[in-house]
């Protein structure tokens, strides 16, 4: 008689397609000395109409409204004195990998493309989403962690930051990977579902309704956050 398995995931942790709703209904206090705002790859060629990489996140952008919740949740954030931290790529300069052993696919098709070029309008900051006076501009991360062999740990240290807010760009690779490697140094993770964008809606439903629940102690919608902000 065939036996039909149950996913071992249901069986560990029953409901687990629920735990997106769940963890947004968790009380959560954010103070604003030690909690920050961290946002991802605020670039031309992402975030600026006529951005190499802009029409690529653009639906996925629109569908979750991604410019406008930024322009409520940056200002919002400044306001309450939060300490804003932005976490930029590795710009493109020629020869960047040469001899290199092992490229991810997304560096390969980098290459020819030159995002976030040095010298270029698209390796520029967009200006409305890009640092100001007082925020931290964290070392270049070279794939997709925003930790990964930058000063960004020690940056959150000596700021004395324990929590973490993540937005902007790519859901599923730069924002996810900065989120479980903040969790894993001991951070309170907060992604915010409708201030980020990514390549595909399958990277969207991805990043905050598979991956995002092993990883991240809060999931909310902007306007969830701002509502738990300080005034």
Same mark, same amino acid.
């Given at each position: 008689?065939?036996?039909?398995?149950?996913?071992?995931?249901?069986?560990?942790?029953?409901?687990?397609?629920?735990?997106?709703?769940?963890?947004?209904?968790?009380?959560?206090?954010?103070?604003?000395?030690?909690?920050?705002?961290?946002?991802?790859?605020?670039?031309?060629?992402?975030?600026?109409?006529?951005?190499?990489?802009?029409?690529?996140?653009?639906?996925?952008?629109?569908?979750?409204?991604?410019?406008?919740?930024?322009?409520?949740?940056?200002?919002?954030?400044?306001?309450? @004195?939060?300490?804003?931290?932005?976490?930029?790529?590795?710009?493109?300069?020629?020869?960047?990998?040469? @001899?290199?052993?092992?490229?991810?696919?997304?560096?390969?098709?980098?290459?020819?493309?030159?995002?976030?070029?040095?010298?270029?309008?698209?390796?520029?900051?967009?200006?409305?989403?890009?640092?100001?006076?007082?925020?931290?501009?964290?070392?270049?991360?070279?794939?997709?962690?925003?930790?990964?062999n930058t000063d960004l740990d020690q940056q959150l240290k000596q700021?004395?930051?324990?929590?973490?807010?993540?937005v902007g760009v790519i859901a599923n690779s730069c924002i996810e990977?900065?989120?479980?490697?903040?969790?894993?140094?001991?951070?309170?993770?907060?992604?915010?579902?409708?201030?980020?964008?990514?390549?595909?809606?399958?990277?969207?439903?991805?990043?905050?309704?598979?991956?995002?629940?092993?990883?991240?102690?809060?999931?909310?919608?902007?306007?969830?956050?701002?509502?738990?902000?300080?005034?």
């Amino acid at each position: 008689m065939e036996r039909k398995w149950e996913p071992i995931a249901h069986r560990v942790i029953p409901h687990i397609e629920t735990l997106p709703k769940e963890i947004s209904k968790m009380s959560i206090e954010y103070t604003a000395a030690r909690t920050a705002l961290l946002i991802v790859d605020p670039y031309n060629d992402f975030m600026s109409e006529g951005g190499k990489l802009y029409g690529a996140i653009k639906p996925t952008a629109d569908e979750s409204g991604m410019f406008d919740n930024l322009r409520k949740l940056i200002p919002a954030a400044r306001q309450i @004195g939060l300490q804003i931290f932005v976490l930029p790529h590795h710009r493109s300069h020629a020869g960047d990998f040469d @001899g290199w052993q092992h490229m991810t696919p997304f560096q390969q098709a980098g290459v020819p493309l030159q995002a976030f070029a040095v010298g270029s309008w698209g390796g520029e900051f967009n200006s409305e989403f890009g640092p100001q006076k007082g925020d931290i501009v964290v070392h270049e991360h070279w794939a997709q962690s925003g930790f990964a062999n930058t000063d960004l740990d020690q940056q959150l240290k000596q700021h004395d930051i324990q929590r973490v807010i993540l937005v902007g760009v790519i859901a599923n690779s730069c924002i996810e990977s900065t989120g479980r490697f903040a969790m894993e140094l001991g951070y309170h993770v907060t992604l915010v579902r409708d201030a980020a964008a990514a390549f595909s809606p399958e990277g969207m439903h991805a990043a905050f309704n598979i991956n995002g629940p092993t990883y991240a102690h809060a999931i909310l919608t902007t306007a969830e956050l701002l509502e738990r902000l300080p005034v």
